[in-house]
């Protein structure tokens, strides 16, 4: 789902990537309604609307996974959220890549356990954070 979002995503800027994560948001919310979405996601009206126009800086992960959830054929928001931290925490292991080696390469202002506690979802994570490190660990991989 979320982490699918992109063909390649390796080949992707940050920005490009949370924009897909974006346009599978945007389907679901096209196809239900914001009202319907932000009744059945918990997320306010307000948030979904400012996806619709593109203003989606702090939308998390755990938002993005109830969003996609509203969709009848979605898993549950648990297991989108858990799919994408497997999915991260396994690219982080075949590209033998640590969470300090991360902070250091991606534009973000985290520091390698801040990294780590938004793989762990100790903190909430935006859809920018997932994008620059699902980014960097998918390029580690495709080398």
């Known amino acids: 789902m979320l982490y699918d979002a992109a063909d390649e995503p390796e080949t992707l800027s940050p920005e490009q990537l949370r924009d897909a994560y974006e346009r599978e948001l945007r389907a679901v919310v096209d196809a239900r309604g914001v009202e319907t979405v932000a009744a059945e996601a918990g997320v306010e009206a307000e948030t979904i609307a400012a996806l619709l126009d593109g203003g989606s800086s702090t939308l998390t992960l755990s938002e993005a ?3 996609l959830a509203v969709d009848d054929d ?6 989108i959220v858990q799919e994408v ?3 991260l925490l396994m690219g982080m292991t075949t ?4 969470v300090d080696t ?7 202002d985290l ?3 801040e990294v ?3 793989i762990e979802g100790r ?9 620059a490190i699902h980014g960097y660990i998918a390029g580690r991989n495709a080398r």
């Not at 979605?74 to 297991?79: G, K, L, S």
């Not at 590209?95 to 640590?98: C, L, M, P, Q």
């Not at 903190?123 to 994008?131: D, F, G, Q, S, Y």
């Open 65 to 67: 996974a109830a969003i």
């Open 74 to 79: 979605a898993p549950d928001a648990d297991a």
């Open 85 to 87: 931290r497997d999915r």
């Open 95 to 98: 590209g033998v890549v640590d």
């Open 102 to 108: 991360i902070a250091s390469n991606v534009d973000l």
């Open 111 to 113: 520091s390698g356990q």
């Open 116 to 118: 780590q506690q938004a």
């Open 123 to 131: 903190i909430p994570m935006t859809l920018a954070e997932l994008a």
